[in-house]
């Protein structure tokens, strides 16, 4: 499928983790220059490497998506080295035990300040990106821009609070967006969000396959249980309707946000 993308010039914040990188690389093997922001240099520069080694243009930029002036630093090397922004993708976020009822800690005892932090991770991490891209958006009348939200933005999940609430949030900002940027700017600025569900990645795999083992965790178990494909997704599954979002297949789509979870969030467990 041709999705009209060669040429064009996408951000991918957060672009050196696991979901948000493949995002990158298919991006970029659609012909599209790609321009990976993350908090971590070092991540970034191998993304952007990889994405090189095929042939594509590609390049990293060290982003604290959370910081507004870090955010206008990383727009304004990504717009001198391709002139122009056409595709935001919003992929920064993660959780943290300090944010998540356990054993140890209970929802009393939970920390103003690491709901903060999950707030800063999760929602202002596309916020302010979008603020910023929105504007050179705004200025051209066109451009799509894609967050990543979670099924746990919809189906609350058990012990993980802050992610929770803060993806929630992401997925009311997507809907508010997309109404707001085609009324105030332009009806070709379109603006959607994926909610991924269970993605094995480096932040997650060892909560639900047990390291010693390889075998599924007592969480593992229980989240398999619920997902009617009796998997986990894979990240190119993730990317592959990212991919269709951003592209011209999509341009009657906007304010919504796709679930891509194996039909967790419509199983009611019986």
Avoid at 31 to 57: F, L, P, Q
Avoid at 58 to 79: E, G, K
Avoid at 87 to 96: D, H
Avoid at 137 to 163: C, H, M, Q, W
């Amino acid at each position: 499928m041709d999705y009209g993308l060669k040429g064009k010039v996408a951000i991918v914040v957060g672009g050196g983790g696991t979901i948000p990188g493949e995002i990158a690389r298919q991006l970029a093997a659609e012909g599209a220059s790609v321009a990976i922001w993350d908090i971590k240099e070092a991540a970034a520069e191998d993304g952007a490497r990889e994405i090189c080694a095929t042939g594509r243009r590609a390049i990293a930029a060290q982003c604290d998506a959370s910081d507004p002036a870090s955010v206008r630093a990383a727009l304004d090397a990504t717009v001198a080295e391709f002139g122009t922004v056409d595709i935001l993708v919003n992929g920064a976020g993660g959780t943290s035990p300090e944010c998540a009822t356990s054993g140890e800690l209970s929802l009393f005892d939970i920390e103003p300040t690491a709901l903060q932090r999950m707030l800063d991770l999760n929602y202002f991490s596309a916020v302010f990106p979008s603020q910023a891209v929105g504007r050179v958006f705004a200025e051209k009348k066109r451009g799509v821009i894609l967050n990543i939200s979670s099924i746990a933005g919809d189906v609350p999940l058990t012990r993980v609070i802050g992610y929770s609430n803060a993806k929630a949030a992401v997925s009311s900002f997507t809907r508010w967006l997309a109404v707001h940027m085609a009324t105030t700017y332009s009806p070709e600025i379109r603006v959607n969000a994926l909610a991924p569900g269970w993605v094995l990645t480096d932040l997650n795999r060892f909560l639900l396959v047990d390291e010693r083992t390889g075998e599924p965790t007592e969480r593992g178990r229980t989240i398999i249980s619920q997902v009617p494909m009796r998997r986990y997704g894979e990240p190119s599954e993730i990317a592959a309707a990212a991919l269709f979002l951003v592209s011209d297949r999509a341009t009657f789509i906007t304010g919504v946000v796709v679930p891509v979870d194996g039909g967790f969030s419509a199983f009611s467990g019986v």
